[in-house]
């Protein structure tokens, strides 16, 4: 199984950490510029950065073609823009050659829609207008499917989406909700997995701000009603037992699974 590397947006000192951790010089990438709607703007301005810093094989997939990743490719870097248009524009074939990439060993990086959409169950929009906890407030599609159990959020204190979060706990309280801030990034390692064992996941943090680890604690309550369609649309509700943990550069979120 190869790593994820997820970065919460406007990424610069982890776009460093990603080449370094693709190989540097002797790294091959393929840039996926997918959920921006300069696709051509994007993808070429990422080469130029990832040449920046050393790597000397870069290679851009095209939207509206089918995804090849080339036998030599050994890193992948998911660009920002609306997560629900990478997914659409990839579509399962490209997701399912994400997929196995990464299984193979393969190092997949997501920066803002990148990371947002690696998940299986991805926030799309919300909470609200008003930032308030509603029921219906928070949007969700289906993602890349690169981890599962677990929930991005990106550009997480600029844009205080810290409800967005304690949300997405309430409705999937299984999840691991990990929110990043901007030029921040966690590199998920998976281990072990091995007929009946658990896999594992380790996840430390790079970059310069926080990532934001949200997870039901063994008390988690809500007063959303069990059936939800017998809660009101627009309706005030509450949350309570979450646990937060905050964490800076070098730091790990020990073992997950």
């Not at 994007?42 to 950065?49: G, I």
């Not at 073609?65 to 579509?91: F, S, T």
């Not at 649309?233 to 550069?249: K, M």
């Amino acid at each position: 199984m190869g790593n994820l590397f997820m970065i919460g947006g406007k990424a610069k000192k982890c776009v460093a950490h990603f080449a370094a951790l693709a190989g540097g010089a002797e790294a091959n990438v393929l840039v996926v510029p997918h959920a921006s709607s300069v696709h051509e703007k994007v993808a070429a301005e990422m080469t130029a950065e990832l040449v920046g810093h050393g790597v000397k094989s870069v290679t851009c997939a095209v939207p509206g073609e089918p995804l090849v990743i080339a036998p030599n490719v050994n890193a992948v870097y998911i660009c920002g823009g609306d997560q629900a248009d990478l997914v659409r524009l990839l579509g399962e074939d490209g997701a399912e050659k994400l997929r196995r990439f990464h299984a193979a060993g393969g190092l997949i990086a997501g920066t803002s829609a990148g990371a947002a959409a690696a998940g299986v169950d991805i926030i799309t929009a919300g909470v609200s207008s008003d930032s308030h906890l509603r029921f219906g407030g928070l949007e969700m599609g289906k993602g890349l499917a690169l981890c599962r159990d677990v929930i991005f959020d990106t550009h997480f204190l600029q844009r205080a989406r810290f409800n967005r979060l304690i949300a997405a706990v309430a409705r999937f309280p299984r999840a691991l909700c990990i929110g990043l801030d901007e030029d921040t990034a966690v590199l998920i390692s998976t281990v072990g997995g091995a007929g009946k064992k658990k896999a594992s996941m380790t996840m430390t943090v790079y970059g310069v701000g926080h990532a934001w680890f949200y997870s039901a604690g063994r008390g988690l309550k809500t007063s959303l009603k069990k059936n939800l369609a017998d809660n009101e649309p627009g309706a005030l509700y509450s949350v309570s037992g979450v646990t937060v943990s905050v964490l800076s550069a070098g730091q790990s979120y020990g073992a997950v699974g």
